[in-house]
């Protein structure tokens, strides 16, 4: 639990993300959960005593909706959250993880099972360290997902976790964090 505090805390300090929880939350979407970089990145500068939103290109939102799997649908809940979130300096990605089999393959070369949760989808992040979830309930408490806990996360170790992403992916992604985050440790691909 005290991991989970000094997160929130964290995360309190990124202004955008707490905006984006409490406008999200609004919207009613199923399953849904800020997550990956905008997670992790806030924490990393917080600790590398940057502006907490330094340099976050986007803020993952995902949400599952197993319901219509069309890109119609998805489409639908991209333009609300666009509507809804336009004027904060930040681009939000609304994803329905419920979809990501259909595209997944062609994306990174490799099949991906439907997934049967929202969490089910954090947990197949490529870097461990990234695999956090983060919400806020109708209750206004904030919820989390975090498979692995979240030592890697506040120490700075990035590593592989090879339940779905390729080799190539993790890669790439521990590079250009590494780029931005010199202190971070990565740990090679076995």
């Known amino acids: 639990m005290a991991d989970l505090d000094r997160l929130r805390n964290v995360l309190l300090r990124n202004e955008i993300l707490v905006e984006l ?10 399953e849904w959960y800020l997550t990956a970089g905008c997670v992790v990145q ?29 890109w119609a649908a998805e489409d639908r809940v991209i333009r609300a959250v666009a509507a809804a979130c336009g004027d904060l300096p930040a681009e939000v990605e609304a994803r329905n993880e419920a979809r990501v089999h259909l595209w997944y393959e ?18 197949a992040f490529p ?6 979830g983060v919400r806020l309930g109708r209750d206004r408490r ?8 979240l030592d890697d996360l506040f120490a700075m170790v990035v590593r592989p976790n090879p339940l779905l992403a390729p080799r190539e992916v993790y ?3 521990a590079a250009r964090w590494r780029s931005q985050w010199p202190r971070l440790e990565v740990v090679p691909w076995s």
């Open 106 to 123: 062609a994306k990174f070369g490799v099949p991906c099972r439907p997934f049967a949760s929202v969490e089910a989808a954090i947990d």
């Open 42 to 70: 806030t924490v990393w500068n917080v600790l590398s005593e940057r502006e907490p939103a330094h340099g976050i290109k986007d803020y993952d939102l995902f949400y599952h909706d197993p319901a219509d799997l069309s």
């Open 142 to 149: 904030w919820h989390f997902h975090a498979p692995h806990g």
């Open 127 to 132: 870097a461990v360290c990234s695999c956090v």
């Open 21 to 30: 929880l409490g406008r999200v939350r609004e919207l009613g979407l199923p």
């Open 171 to 173: 890669e790439r992604k």
